[in-house]
């Protein structure tokens, strides 16, 4: 896992539990292709299905 990928994986652990929805990290994935490309977004959704599957506990719980 590099370093970008680490990040995002922490940044969408953050948003979930924040309470963004896993359909809007799909919308935010889809609409950063046009800006990021193909390759990366391919990762992002990998490293987003991972998130999703086992979404982190909330600490303040």
Do not use: I, K
């Amino acid at each position: 896992m590099t370093l970008s990928t680490q990040e995002l994986e922490f940044h969408l652990e953050g948003a979930l539990v924040n309470g963004v929805t896993a359909e809007e990290v799909r919308e935010l994935l889809l609409q950063a292709v046009f800006y990021c490309g193909l390759p990366a977004v391919s990762e992002g959704f990998r490293v987003a299905h991972g998130v999703v599957a086992s979404p982190p506990s909330d600490a303040s719980a």
